[in-house]
């Protein structure tokens, strides 16, 4: 039998949820799961629990990167507030956001300064007319806007290390 | 006129609202749970380069799970620690001269290496401090083994101080859990080892 494989740049957000809830062990670890009776969500938002029943939010898109991070955000910021506990029963607010998308989002590095979120690499692909999704460990990418520095701290390099010191850590 | 049918809803929603303050936490991080505890702070070095990977693990992140796995790894010990993660801006460092055991979160590449040991070297004024070193947004073994070997080599020859490797850790992931857990469980380690039990400990009633 042949297997025809080919990317899938359309998908609806109900197919995507489905993919991204079938393979929630393989994004999360071994005992993720749904978290339940939560209110309705963009349907690109899922709230989990990692293997520690840590509560972490998922945002996804096919295609879009930046729409997945800022959905993401969107929903943590709302699920984050004060009173959201009082009318929730057992709920905890995220501490982290996982955004999917096929490439790191513009800004993530920024945003991840002051925000817990995190991006992994996933493909929708069409396998013989099915979905399937491709989970790749993200390599070393940087984002397509350029990084901001976040903690560099030049001046205190300046005047704390000696010129030998400087040179020893002057390349790897 | 308003709907009678949303007065129940309406009254629940004012009771809770009347009855908010005995519920709301001022210092979300650590929670209450109404039983005397201990809180541990461990201070956390950010060596975080402005390179820094957006697939690797992020510092904030890295704090609430490491945290957050610290307080299950020891939920078992009584009294019941509460295990908080706490960033030091270089700035302060004056005010950590009682903490044995420092974690350094370092960008896997060279500036990320020099921003460890700036801080390493800025924090080693105390005596009897010890470091552990955690790197991250490595793309392979390689990398990460230059890493370390620069930075432990540095720390050695100029400072003549030993660290405590405790490798690379990915972004989260599938196996993201264990590696989550042996590290906590290092750390755990180190830090009995190394703290230095009369520090003022801040005691949680």
């Known amino acids: 039998m042949t297997l025809q494989i080919h990317a899938v740049s359309e998908i609806d957000s109900s197919d995507l949820r489905s993919l991204v809830v079938d393979n929630l062990g393989a994004l999360l670890g071994t005992g993720a799961r749904l978290v339940e009776n939560m209110p309705q969500m963009n349907g690109c938002c899922l709230a989990t629990s990692d293997t520690h029943d840590g509560p972490v939010l998922l945002s996804f898109d096919a295609v879009d990167p930046q729409r997945a991070l800022i959905t993401g955000l969107t929903w943590m910021d709302q699920l984050s507030g004060e009173m959201v506990p009082l009318f929730l029963q057992e709920f905890h607010p995220p501490t982290g956001l996982v955004v999917l998308a096929p490439a790191a989002p513009p800004g993530l590095t920024l945003f991840s300064g002051s925000c817990p979120v995190n991006w992994q690499r996933i493909q929708v692909l069409s396998v013989n007319g099915e979905f399937g999704m491709l989970i790749e460990r993200a390599v070393e990418e940087t984002t397509s806007v350029e990084p901001t520095p976040q903690e560099s701290h030049p001046t205190i390099i300046e005047s704390v290390l000696s010129t030998e010191e400087k040179q020893h850590f002057s390349q790897l | 006129m308003h709907n009678p049918a949303w ?199």
């Open chain 2, 7 to 205: 007065r129940p809803a309406q009254l629940h929603t004012e009771r809770l609202a009347s009855i908010q303050h005995h519920f709301i936490d001022n210092h979300p991080v650590v929670r209450n749970t109404g039983k005397p505890g201990v809180i541990h702070t461990l201070p956390v070095h950010m060596a975080i380069a402005a390179g820094h990977p957006a697939s690797a693990l992020q510092p904030h992140y890295l704090v609430s799970a490491l945290a957050r796995q610290l307080n299950l790894q020891t939920s078992a010990v009584a009294p019941h620690p509460i295990w908080q993660l706490e960033d030091i801006p270089l700035e302060r460092r004056a005010t950590y001269t009682n903490q044995g055991f420092i974690l350094v979160f370092a960008t896997a590449n060279i500036e990320g290496v020099r921003l460890a040991y700036t801080g390493i070297k800025t924090l080693s004024a105390t005596p009897s401090r010890r470091f552990g070193v955690l790197f991250s947004g490595a793309r392979d073994a390689e990398l990460v083994r230059r890493c370390q070997e620069r930075l432990a080599s540095g720390a050695r020859q100029f400072l003549g101080i030993r660290l405590h490797e405790l490798g690379h850790l990915s972004a989260p992931g599938p196996d993201f859990s264990v590696d989550l857990a042996r590290l906590a469980e290092e750390v755990h380690r180190l830090w009995e080892t190394h703290s230095i039990h009369n520090q003022p400990e801040v005691v949680h009633t």
